[in-house]
């Protein structure tokens, strides 16, 4: 059973602080990686993806990711508490033409002022 | 730019009732993938389709059915709805033929069982 396993949280930093957001997953074939963020009521958002070992960075946001630990993590520098929202973390399951995503339950993320 | 579009945004349906939800993707996808988010979970993949036929399915009974029509958009019937069929359900597009996986969620349908 392939896996994506989170922190459900809640992880709650003060405003202008660095959020560290963390997953790991089971699958060792798992080449691509994704953050989604969802605020409450409302659909995951794609804000990052990742496909090779080491960092990217978009803005406020860096993926971070490790295959030989599989390990994600996704940075957010200089939180606002408009970052509050619970934060998806999706691996690629191969199969068919496409490959379908697995996610992780999410972390809640509180960005207080 | 289109994104995805999803009808109707929320329903309500009495057990053993059946539903159809709706999708459109986002201009330039061929691909949708449909989701199931229950509260307090992450999606859970159902299946998905590309060039009108069914590529990949999730642990998800039969009664889970679906269609893709030429012009890409796709339906989601649940036959026999149970309680536990209430959830968010999201359609997500993407660009087929291999590649970055990336996927893009419509807005959701929210399906209340009663």
């Known amino acids: 059973q392939k896996e994506v396993e989170q922190n459900s949280g809640p992880l709650s930093v003060p405003e202008g602080a660095i959020a560290s957001l963390n997953c790991t997953y089971s699958d060792r074939g798992s080449q691509s990686f994704f953050w989604y963020r969802q605020y409450s009521g409302k659909s995951p958002e794609l804000i990052m993806s990742?496909?090779?070992?080491g960092d990217k960075e978009d803005g406020r946001f860096t993926a971070q990711l490790n295959k030989a630990s599989q390990y994600v993590s996704l940075l957010i520098r200089d939180s606002q508490p408009s970052d509050s929202a619970t934060y998806l973390c999706a691996g690629v399951n191969y199969g068919g033409s496409q490959g379908n995503l697995i996610f992780g339950k999410g972390t809640k993320l509180s960005v207080k002022p | 730019d289109a994104g995805v579009t999803q009808s109707p945004t929320h329903l309500i349906k009495t057990r053993g009732q059946q539903v159809t939800l709706r999708c459109s993707p986002k201009s330039g996808h061929d691909t949708v993938s449909w989701y199931q988010q229950a509260l307090g979970q992450g999606p859970q993949f159902i299946f998905q389709?590309?060039?009108?036929?069914?590529?990949q399915r999730g642990n998800f009974p039969d009664r889970f059915s679906g269609h893709q029509f030429p012009n890409y958009s796709s339906e989601l019937n649940v036959n026999a709805l149970l309680l536990g069929d209430s959830a968010l359900y999201l359609c997500?597009?993407?660009?087929?033929?291999?590649?970055?996986?990336?996927?893009?969620f419509g807005p959701g349908t929210r399906l209340t069982v009663t």
């Open positions: 997500a597009s993407s660009l087929g033929g291999g590649g970055l996986y990336e996927q893009y």
């Open positions: 990742i496909y090779s070992n």
């Open positions: 389709y590309y060039e009108e036929e069914e590529r």
